[in-house]
Each structure stands twice: as C-alpha cells, then as structure tokens.
C-alpha cells in the first residue's frame, strides 16, 4: 500500500497547505477525504483524476468532501470518464452529495452520469468489503450533520488508520490498533478545542495505539508552530506531497 499527502491542511488552508486528502494506491487507487481544494491539489501534484477508482469520507464537512461536486464534473465533462467511480462514506452521504452538488451547480445532481456511480454508505462499526480493501469505522466526536468517523483500511498485508476530525475518544484505540500507519488529526497543541484534537493530549496517549507509525495532520497555526515537539515524541508530520509506503 501506498500514500501520498495530497493535501494536509485544516479548513482555513492554515500554512498554504491544500485541505484533507490521502491518496491510498493499493489493488485500486482511492482518495481517502476529498476536500474542497482537492482537485487544485491534485493536479498541483500531476496526478490525473482518472486514476481513481473510489472515494472513502470520514465525514461530511467541506474541507473533507467539498471537491466531490467538482470531481465529478471533471469527470463527466472535461475529462470524459467511462471508468466507474465509487463514493463511499458514513450515512448521509448520498444526500449532502446531491445537496452540495445542487448548491454548486443547480440541476447537476440528476444529471445521468457518462460514467458509472456508485454511492455507498457505511454505518459506524460495521465492516465493509470496497475496491479490493476491508473498511472498518467507528463514530467519533465531531459535530458534522452526520455520523463522524475515524477508518481503518487493510488490504490483507497494510493496515492505514486515520482519525477523521475528533477530540479525544477511546473509539480511536481500536482503529489505531496495530496499524503500520495511523493518520490523527491534531488541530491544536495546547489549547482543548471542541471536536478536535490537541497535541498536549495525544502525546500522552500515542502508545496505546501500538501503531508502527504515528502521523499527525489537520494542523491550526498553533500546532504548526510546535511540529518539532510532535518529531522529537518520533512522530511523522504531513506534508502536502509526502510519500510513504504503508
């Protein structure tokens, strides 16, 4: 399994840095998120929509779906996509798609794709079976409209964890668990914030994951000026284009 950062920002493009989007290249290529900015960032990076197979959202805010409107589009028009597509994500999906799709671009939402779409929903604690890929999920703290969710994905030899947008729960021990990569989000570094993660906390509890590796993400000013403190615990830090295999 591979990964690369296409885009490690929060909502407010804190840094310069695009908002969240991993792409996962395993026996098919997804985007795990897709903010708002993600096709600028992927194309900043030279990567080619087409190469996608799937879309996996840990929720429903902009800054983590908001370029499906866009993608699709891109699909459809321009880039004259047969290819099929999958969107998958937690309940509520297929509906805040339509309704972003609306607000975009009036009437787009029952526009009859050129290419196959599939819109998937997997409720929180579930298991599901996606583009060659076990999906694992569980509702975590962050109001969204929907369930929020943190991920766990294992193509039967990786295993890449990601946090999605949380304070801190114990929900994240058991998709922590074991993982070759864990993606957290860590908004803030010392100061408690509603909904997010803060660094003074996550350090304390980083070894209960018992992760082979720890990558935090999602990064206000605050944090991103500490990042050494997150590298000195031998945390990896994202960065908009970094590679890593899984």
Same mark, same amino acid.
């Given at each position: 399994m591979k990964l690369t950062v296409i885009g490690s920002g929060d909502a407010f493009g804190t840094g310069g840095r695009f908002n969240t989007c991993f792409m996962v290249e395993a026996a098919h290529?997804?985007?795990l998120d897709c903010g708002a900015s993600t096709p600028v960032?992927?194309?900043?990076?030279?990567?080619?929509?087409?190469?996608?197979?799937?879309?996996?959202?840990?929720? !429903?805010?902009?800054?983590?779906? /908001?370029?499906?409107? &866009?993608?699709?589009l891109d699909a459809h028009l321009p880039s004259r996509r047969e290819r099929p597509l999958v969107i998958?994500?937690?309940?509520?999906?297929?509906a805040r798609l339509d309704a972003?799709?609306?607000v975009f671009f009036p009437g787009s939402s029952a526009m009859k794709w050129r290419f196959p779409l599939d819109v998937v929903e997997i409720a929180p604690g579930e298991p599901a079976e996606l583009l060659g890929l076990t999906i694992r999920s569980a509702e975590v703290i962050h109001r969204s409209g929907a369930p929020s969710t943190a991920v766990r994905l294992s193509d039967g030899e990786s295993v890449l964890a990601y946090s999605g947008d949380t304070?801190?729960?114990?929900? !994240?021990?058991?998709?922590?668990? /074991?993982?070759?990569? &864990?993606i957290v989000e860590c908004y803030e570094h010392a100061r408690l914030t509603t909904g997010h993660m803060t660094w003074s906390v996550l350090k304390e509890r980083l070894a209960d994951f018992h992760a082979r590796r720890v990558m935090i993400t999602h990064m206000s000013?605050?944090?991103l000026a500490h990042v050494e403190d997150a590298r000195g615990a031998g945390v990896l830090v994202a960065e908009d284009g970094l590679m890593l295999d899984v």
């Open positions: 290529t997804i985007l960032a992927l194309r900043a990076q030279r990567i080619d929509p087409n190469v996608l197979d799937g879309v996996i959202l840990s929720h !429903l805010h902009g800054d983590h779906f /908001g370029g499906l409107p &866009f993608l699709l998958a994500g937690p309940p509520g999906t297929r972003a799709l609306e304070e801190w729960t114990d929900a !994240l021990l058991p998709i922590g668990q /074991g993982a070759d990569l &864990f000013a605050s944090m």
